[in-house]
């Protein structure tokens, strides 16, 4: 194994990714979830492989980290060894709480299934690039609102019955809403807005499909409403005439019978990484009723967890009689069997472990990689400053704290309201942008969260009555929140 996956590509447990600590594996299991003796297993052996960290990501993965090209060959024998069975190919998520729910709208692994089974036997995996995903939300109480795709399925209940809002291109909140129709043609959408991505490439994006592709999608069922697309105009024929024969052409779907294809829309294209989850959805921490029994959700904080925590809180989870832990996206796990009245007592142990056991702990608000001295890539011990800005500032952290070892920003992809980042001149602050952006100030790394500490007296001493720290942020503006930052005195000082 001398070839590893690059950035940007999804670390499979057949093609890990390099990283500053090492190599790195994903992996999901097709069974949803895992046995406490499997989790167990698979502790042990990031212990033994790995440098003994294990992560659930954004979007409900499981990585191990620290390998090496022989520990990863060993680690993908020994996961085949356990008999765990993992997901390869375009990634059709469902919800922590398929199929089990009974808040749910509808069960939506049985139309994931199918998707998947399509996805094959057209061939798109080899065609479409690594960060494609489908979500199949059946609803509930864990949605994936927070969940970017490509492609969108989300249950909804209409006086006809159960519909399925088709969207591409994003989250619960910033998707482009298709239609709404019955699971059949559901499905039959999706994989259509795949093989139109994959005839512009494995580099393209559901975002990359013209307005021309995605009136002709909204119009499958039939003809879509002006509102659906407001800057179409039906009467220049870029609704009908593909949707009229959209499911009869035996052509592949982007192109005319004329030979002219449709024209791409024009724009960026980026892939999401697995830190791209957004937050506007309940967090998989806590308890949550099912039909006759109850599940407890419990937060790794900032995703990551030594392995033998892990392993301790598995051993504890087997013997009160949990059957099965599955990966939730929100980088959480969730304990399912177990007698009800256990679930206290695990969430107690997990408490006790340093598990996030409550929605409300300040961790939930910080996104932390692993820092110095885990990741050669590191400039600053990202999970120390974490700690301390949580003990110290919780009151305010109603926003997303970003805290990256480097300009990378694998914690968190997108823009988040205050981002430290370590370089060369120490921490930068970057306020409401993404790692890579420049910082508009720098304190030493040992310091950074003093800095932030200097910034919350701000937001305390400036906010109005019932203003949110986060809106605070906006208006006092990216220029007095850097000299707050920068001027904020050292320990020595006080």
Known sequence: ????????????????????????????????????????????????????????????????????????????????????????????????????????????????????????????????????SVVVDGGGQLTLNAVTADVRLVAMRTDAGVRWQVSVAGDGQNAKRLVAVEDDTAHDIAVAVLRMVAEKGREARARDLSERQLASLAGWHSMAPPSVLPDISPSRG??????????????????????????????????????????????????????????????????SMPADKIITLAQNALTLGTTEIRLAPGRALLLLGQPTAASQPLQDTAATLGFVTSPADPRTRIAACPGTPACASGRIATRDIAETIAAENADILDFTLHISGCAKGCAHAGKAALTLVGGENGAGLVVN??????????????????????????????????????????????????????????????
Do not use: W
């Not at 046995?35 to 212990?47: D, N, R, T, V, Y």
């Not at 830190?275 to 790794?300: K, T």
């Not at 937001?459 to 929140?481: D, F, K, M, N, V």
């Open 238 to 303: 870029e609704i009908s005439s593909f949707a009229v024969r959209a499911r009869s052409s035996t052509l592949v779907i982007g192109e005319s019978k004329d030979g002219s294809a449709i024209s791409p829309l024009e724009g960026e294209m980026s892939g999401r990484t697995e830190g791209g989850a957004v937050e506007h959805s309940r967090r998989p921490i806590g308890f949550f009723n099912l039909s006759h029994a109850i599940a407890l959700g419990i937060g790794l904080p900032y995703g």
């Open 1 to 132: 194994m001398n070839a590893f996956s690059r950035r940007g590509a999804c670390p499979a447990l057949s093609a890990p990714m390099q990283t500053g600590d090492g190599l790195l594996v994903r992996l999901n299991p097709v069974a949803g979830g895992l046995s406490p003796k499997f989790l167990i297993g698979l502790a042990e052996s990031a212990l033994r492989l790995g440098n003994g960290i294990m992560e659930v990501t954004a979007r409900g993965s499981l990585q191990i980290r620290g390998l090496t090209a022989e520990s990863a060959t060993v680690l993908a024998a020994e996961v085949d060894a356990l008999g765990i069975a993992v997901r390869t190919g375009v990634p059709v998520e469902t919800g922590p709480l398929a199929g089990i729910d009974p808040q749910e709208i509808a069960d939506p692994l049985p139309l994931a299934q199918r998707i998947r089974a399509a996805v094959e036997e057209a061939g798109l995996t080899q065609r479409l690039g690594p960060k494609i």
């Open 433 to 494: 942008a993404t790692a890579k952006a420049l910082p508009a100030g720098y304190r030493p790394g040992y310091d950074a969260a003093r800095g932030i500490s200097r910034v919350a007296a701000m937001i305390r001493s400036a906010r109005y009555q019932g203003e949110t720290a986060a809106a605070c942020l906006t208006r006092l503006g990216p220029a007095a929140i850097a000299e707050a930052y920068r001027q904020a005195r050292t320990y020595q000082q006080e």
